[in-house]
């Protein structure tokens, strides 16, 4: 029997569009070599022979995308959310940051982090990491080791605006990137670096410099945050008084996309037509984080645009702004969140619906990592079952239904299986 190919019987659903959801009742779907080689509602007569995983009654979905999240901030997620932004990054964020000097500390934290991560529905991640070199590379290091997920770590720079026990030197923040870049070569699989400079007020334009040139030789992703909070983009104003614009900070310095340059920028909450336009030219991608707008109380961000231009969209969690891991959450926040906008800011905006909320933890924010988060054949084969036995109904509920009511209403429990690029990793 053929050992890199293999069938699974299920109830699959997936997004090819954001209008649809996808549902083969009772379907088949061929897994070989890693890859979707096709979704069937009876088996292939060319597939007869090969390994058989009946996991009938379950759903079969792709796995879910977080395209924005801080690991060191779990450990005081759902804690301190009265304040806005920047009182709430001085107040409660970077006095955690700092602590992550500290190995031990950082390896007790990260270890429940990755636990977390290792079982929910996310397969794939871009992680903000912190200042600290070591502490980055013993985090790359634990997530490579539980299998749990795929995706991009990136060592914090930051080196202005900044409290002195978290800040580096502008040339040190520099060297300390080149020396972690050098040190990831070849070492892992399953992870890989990104550039991360925190935000334009973390970073002078010296270090943007430097970090433009590095991504230029180097050509690794970029992640940042762009226009989150009202206060924070007057800042960037006055900081950058020569910048077009929030988005312009970055793009000065060939951190904004474009080829060769794969970027995610997070929350995009207050951007003006000009910038949607550059990230629209660019292909940058923008990762919604519906619940860390509410909780910071940065507004509500205009997704139904960003997907009516066809822009890059997917969902992050971005812990600790957003207090939940789970990218089922943050589908039914983006949703929330879109009605609240539609009804009191601005009806020519309708709210999103569950199959564009699927799409978007889904296909949309898994483009930035390839052919991921759809089972249109060639698509990497990342999955999680479901089973939606705690979860009683006094009639049978159909399989669109079922997805439906666990995007509200799952949780880990209801996790019956996890894969990774045709692994299964429990
Ligand atoms: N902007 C700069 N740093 C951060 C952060 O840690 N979280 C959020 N939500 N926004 C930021
Ligand atoms: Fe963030």
Redesign the pocket.
Same mark, same amino acid.
Request: proline share 0%.
């Given at each position: 029997m053929q050992q890199n190919i293999f069938a699974i019987k299920a109830h699959i659903l997936y997004a090819q569009t954001p209008q649809e959801i996808r549902c083969t009742e009772d379907g088949y779907l061929v897994c070989e070599a890693g890859r979707v080689a096709g979704v069937f509602p009876v088996l292939p007569e060319q597939y007869r022979d090969i390994r058989l995983f009946d996991e009938s009654g379950k759903l079969l979905i792709p796995g879910l995308s977080d395209l924005h999240l %801080?690991a060191p901030?779990y450990s005081f997620r759902g804690m301190g959310m009265d304040l806005e !932004?920047l009182d709430w !990054?001085n107040t409660h964020?970077f006095p955690e940051e700092a602590k992550y000097k500290d190995l031990l500390y950082a390896q007790a934290a990260y270890r429940i982090f990755i636990d977390a991560l290792l079982h929910s529905a996310t397969t794939r991640a871009c992680i903000f990491a912190t200042i600290h070199r070591e502490a980055t590379e013993l985090l790359m290091g634990m997530l490579e080791a539980s299998g749990g997920v795929k995706g991009f770590v990136g060592k914090v720079n930051m080196d202005r605006n900044s409290p002195d026990y978290l800040r580096e030197e502008t040339g040190e923040s520099l060297r300390e990137t080149r020396r972690w870049l050098a040190g990831c070569s070849g070492k892992y699989q399953n992870i890989a670096p990104i550039l991360t400079p925190?935000?334009t007020p *973390?970073c002078s334009d010296s270090l943007l410099r430097g970090l433009g040139e590095l991504q230029w030789e180097s050509g690794v992703p970029v992640q940042s %945050?762009l226009s989150?909070n009202e206060s924070e983009v007057a800042w960037v104003k006055s900081l950058c008084p020569d910048a077009a614009h929030y988005a312009d900070s970055y793009d000065r310095f060939r951190l904004f996309g474009g080829e060769g340059c794969p970027t995610v920028m997070a929350h995009c909450v207050h951007c003006t037509a000009e910038e949607l336009d550059l990230m629209q030219e660019r292909g940058v991608f923008i990762a919604h984080c519906p619940q *860390?707008n509410t909780n !910071?109380s940065s507004g509500a961000a205009p997704v139904r645009l960003f997907l009516e231009r066809g822009m890059h969209v997917g969902l992050g969690s971005?812990i600790a702004?957003g207090a939940h891991l789970s990218i089922f959450r943050a589908m039914a926040d983006a949703i929330q969140c879109s009605k609240l906008r539609w009804r009191l800011l601005d009806q020519s905006l309708r709210p999103l619906n569950i199959a564009e909320a699927f799409y978007l933890g889904t296909k949309g924010g898994g483009a930035f990592f390839g052919q991921v988060g759809s089972f249109e054949p060639g698509y990497l084969f990342d999955a999680v079952l479901l089973d939606d036995g705690s979860l009683p109904h006094p009639q049978p509920l159909t399989p669109l239904e079922r997805l439906e009511w666990l995007i509200y209403l799952g949780d880990e429990r209801n996790l019956a299986g996890k894969y990774i690029e045709g692994q299964r990793i429990f």
């Open positions: %801080h901030q !932004l !990054l964020t925190r935000f *973390s %945050h989150e *860390s !910071l971005d702004g």
